[in-house]
């Protein structure tokens, strides 16, 4: 069975509550090849308060955490536009709820699926609500512990949800000292259940790192311009990178579809025979002189004199004939007792 990644890119804020910019991104997520655009669906008043700070403080950005989720809120017709033009490019529709309601909401346009963020891994209310719709859930584990992981994919799993689990690091960008690609092995062994990588790294190397290792899923977030004043642009792929990425990701599969064996290697026997070596002589010799290892020289192609691998086995054989510099040496040239 070829391999295939699921590959997910992440939206999440980057349309900074512009629906026009959020169907922009799908496009150029259609064009880069991903499978799937995903979508953070901010509900403020089910989802936060006045007493919710903000994780990164976004420079010029007036009033609380609370206006700045009401910012990001589309109305639900709003929504099942995003997801029939995902739908009409080839993507899946993705998204994150981070209420009930955001539940609500996203089993009622029909998606697929739903993707928990790791903020929510004790959020049992939303488990229970989301294993009603006996959909697959993608699990993050950024700021998760084993204890809440085994907690959380025991409780979906006792419920007939299908699970899948994602190695996350919660920083922003995350350095390379972080990334924590030995988890996604620790996952697979713990659970046996899918595994994969979501980045905020900010490059390409991390995620192909992933892939390498045998990531299923790939998450990333896009941005048009990492120098725009969002809270993820710094962890961000722009377009450019994603296409790198996705390319990348297309030719690591390719190569893990196809193991070479090294003692196969029919296909390259002229050029063994082209660059192996002859055993020759760097100066002329006479007839009955003792062949030392200072007479010797190695030259191209093989099979015009003894194989230079030999060349310890006719070491102090006397020869039979003349021979000239640099005339390839054969057994003929050799007395054996």
């Known amino acids: ?19 026009t910019l959020a169907h922009s991104y799908i496009d150029a997520l259609a ?3 991903a499978n799937a655009a995903k979508f953070q669906v901010h509900i403020a008043d089910a989802e936060s308060s006045v007493y919710e700070d903000f994780r990164v403080k976004i420079p010029y950005q007036n009033g609380s955490r609370f206006d700045y989720w009401k910012k990001m809120e589309f109305t ?56 009603a ?9 950024g700021m998760s512990s084993w204890a809440e992981l085994d907690h959380a994919v025991a409780f979906l799993q006792s419920r007939g949800v299908i699970v899948s689990l994602l190695q ?10 972080q990334w924590g690609l030995n988890v996604m092995k620790e996952m697979s062994e713990r659970y046996h259940i899918p595994v994969g990588f979501s980045d905020h790294s900010g490059d390409i190397f991390a995620p192909l790192a992933a892939v390498a290792l045998g990531a299923r899923i790939l998450e990333f977030h896009i941005t048009f311009d990492k120098r725009i004043a ?16 996705i390319a ?14 090294k003692d196969k290697h029919g296909a390259f026997s002229r050029l063994k025979s082209l660059f192996g070596k002859s055993l020759a002589v760097n ?26 691998s030999r060349y310890r086995e006719i070491l102090g054989k006397t020869l039979t004939r003349d021979i000239s510099q640099w005339e390839f040496l054969t057994e003929a040239h050799l007395r054996h007792a």
């Open 283 to 308: 100066r002329d010799l006479r007839s009955g002189e003792k062949i030392q290892c200072h007479h010797l020289e190695t030259k191209k192609p093989a099979g015009f004199g003894l194989p230079a």
């Open 230 to 245: 969002n809270p993820d642009a710094s962890s961000s792929l722009n377009v450019r990178q994603a296409t790198t990425l």
């Open 76 to 131: 639900l017709a709003e929504w099942e536009e995003l997801k029939k033009h995902c739908e009409t490019v080839g993507l899946d529709f993705l998204a994150s709820p981070f209420s009930l309601a955001a539940v609500d909401l996203l089993n009622e346009i029909g998606v697929s699926g739903f993707k928990v963020g790791s903020g929510e891994v004790d959020n049992l209310p939303m488990f229970d609500k989301i294993s």
């Open 133 to 141: 719709s006996g959909k697959p859930v993608m699990l993050s584990s």
């Open 248 to 261: 990348g990701v297309r030719r690591i599969e390719t190569a893990l579809d196809f193991p070479v064996d």
């Open 31 to 33: 064009r880069a090849g």
């Open 1 to 19: 069975m070829k391999r295939h990644t699921y590959i997910i890119g992440e939206i999440g804020q980057a349309h900074e509550g512009s629906i």
């Open 168 to 177: 996350c690091t919660t920083a922003y960008p995350t350095k390379p000292q």
